[in-house]
């Protein structure tokens, strides 16, 4: 049985999760109603991938990437394509849809089908979607920001759904398909 190890943290967004393996981050479990209810979903998810799931201390590497997850939730503009990622568990076709969500900087977005084309897919734009909706990296892996072709937020499977993905969004001041804000800041 692989053993992972987890921790929670505080963020703007409530109380994350992070996971990692000895080769890099495994997940990122956005919050839940209470920090308790993340640790236990982080728990039971995990579990279900047939791994041991300890909380513990995170080393000083993830501790690093921990401190840059937390400072792009509070607003910063902070990169977080380069940090080491454990996705043995996750098919190819997932791979390759989250390298390219990798490199969409914050701030910025993206549509279904913009990530199709780049793969070489066009017309896959629907099992784009279905890869994101599978995320197990939120945040690194920024599916949030990841729009349908309207411009419209689409889902967003984390806890809170489509008003999590929103507020990601907002503290991040994302901008409409690199148009303009996406959201109006008067209401």
Request: net charge neutral; with cysteine; aromatic share 6%.
């Amino acid at each position: 049985m692989a053993v992972l190890s987890f921790t929670l943290f505080d963020t703007p967004i409530g109380t994350c999760g992070l996971i990692w393996s000895g080769r890099g981050i495994a997940g990122l479990q956005l919050p839940e109603a209470t920090a308790e209810a993340t640790r236990e979903r982080v728990k039971r998810r995990w579990a279900g991938f047939g791994a041991d799931v300890v909380e513990t201390v995170p080393p000083a590497g993830v501790q690093r990437a921990l401190d840059r997850i937390q400072g792009l939730l509070a607003g910063g503009a902070i990169g977080l394509e380069d940090i080491p990622l454990d996705l043995d568990a996750v098919p190819e076709f997932h791979r390759k849809v989250y390298e390219v969500a990798r490199t969409i900087p914050p701030g910025q977005t993206m549509t279904y089908g913009e990530i199709a084309k780049r793969l070489g897919v066009p017309h896959e734009s629907r099992e784009v979607g279905q890869a994101l909706g599978r995320n197990p990296i939120a945040i690194i892996v920024p599916c949030h920001r990841v729009l349908g072709a309207d411009g419209k937020m689409g889902g967003f499977s984390a806890g809170g759904g489509v008003a999590t993905k929103r507020r990601i969004l907002e503290i991040e001041g994302a901008t409409a398909l690199g148009a303009g804000p996406l959201f109006d800041t008067a209401r």
